[in-house]
């Protein structure tokens, strides 16, 4: 009788532990389904969606299939805060969440207090990790830092530049440390040849008439404009520049790539912008055309933005990390996740450490649009890597 009963409590602590295993592994996307921040979280979004899909036909995850929820964060600080607050209430593995620090942070806050993971689809401000929201919180992007090193090497390097002159959109903290790092570099790069002139302006502004002014008034002329911004303001600041006759090179941001507001420009030139890939099929990488024709094949049309192999690249990242970590258990995800080397990861070699959780040597795409179509140039990848003090602009 009591070896009856010892083998049916075994029996039935076997079947507990079967169904604990067999349950689903969850995420949650808090993100932007409207609003301006859609442009960037929507992409990666589908990308994510489309590599959970893959892990699913391939068997899931530690044998687990994995279910997703996404909360609409409207593109509001108080809607990302309540949104990542629901989602971790539902008891979500991990948090998926906006491509921004600004928009991103307050939900990424909600998973770090509840001790979850979480996962920005792609920003690019060094506190989106470690020393800002928490030591669970990790972006898919690189540092935007790093995105003015490039462009600053590269207009050095390739096209000869040495006056530049440098248009920083103050909206957000993105954009600032975008100028940051190319004026960082170019200190480096030309102490003969300093910067031009400085000049700022908000993603909003009408106008920016006065600071055509001025640059027109510089002397000697700037032989390039560096402007650190996104949609739609930059596109704006483009169209008046060229409308005001300044033809010299504009150097971009990342916030600026793809084409989906060249419509704003008509046949624009002379433009240049670093990227993750490009989704018009002359990705000089293999693994990135693959990427781009999986996805046309799932939803019928290309990426609207190369944002989309970051959300791609999040979920395969992290199901390595829960893979060798054998477990969803977020200490120990974390620690897979902070043993990244250069990991090989279909968006480009990724690395973490205990006190980074942001790419700093991630190697970016240059493009340029001539006559209003996009061009890949090069694989850039940074010589000049970041300091701490540059990462979270110290000293400004």
Known sequence: ???????????????????????????????????????????????????IEEINAAGGLLGRKIETVIADTKTEREQAAKAGTELVQKGVDLLVISADYDFGAPAGLAAQRAGLPAFSL??????????????????????????????????????????????????????????????????????????????????????????????????????????????????????????????????????????????????????????????????????LNVFLDKFTKKYGARPESAYSVLGYSLIEQWAKAVERAKSTDAKAVVAELEAFKDEPLTVGPTSYSKDLHIQVNRPLLVMEVQGGKHRSLEVWRNEIIPSTQLLFRIGE
Request: aromatic share 10%; proline share 7%; charged share 20%.
């Open 122 to 287: 792609g920003a690019a401000d060094p506190k989106m990790g470690v020393q800002g929201v928490g030591n669970l919180v990790f972006t898919a992007n690189g540092a935007a830092q790093v995105e003015g090193i490039d462009m600053a090497e590269w207009a050095f390097k390739r096209k000869g530049i040495r006056n530049p002159y440098v248009l920083e959109d103050q909206s957000i903290e993105y954009s600032k440390s975008g100028c940051a790092g190319f004026r960082s570099a170019w200190k480096k790069l030309s102490p003969d040849h300093p910067i031009a002139g400085s000049d700022v302006f908000k993603n909003d502004d009408p106008s920016i008439a006065a600071q055509i002014t001025r640059i027109k008034s510089t002397s000697p002329a700037p032989d390039a404009i560096y402007m650190c911004s996104f949609t739609p303001g930059g596109a704006s600041v483009t169209r008046q520049l060229r409308a005001a006759g300044i033809d010299v090179p504009i150097l971009a941001n990342v916030g600026m790539t793809d084409d989906y507001w060249l419509g704003a420009v008509p046949n624009l030139s002379n433009f240049y912008v670093p990227t993750f890939m490009s989704i018009f099929g002359d990705d000089p990488r293999p693994e």
């Open 1 to 51: 009788m009591l070896k009856s009963g010892m083998a049916a409590f075994a029996a039935a602590v076997m079947w507990v532990g079967v169904a604990q295993a067999q349950e689903p592994i969850r995420i949650g996307f808090a993100v932007a389904e409207s609003g301006w921040m859609n442009a960037y979280d929507g992409p990666p979004l589908k990308a994510a969606l489309l590599k």
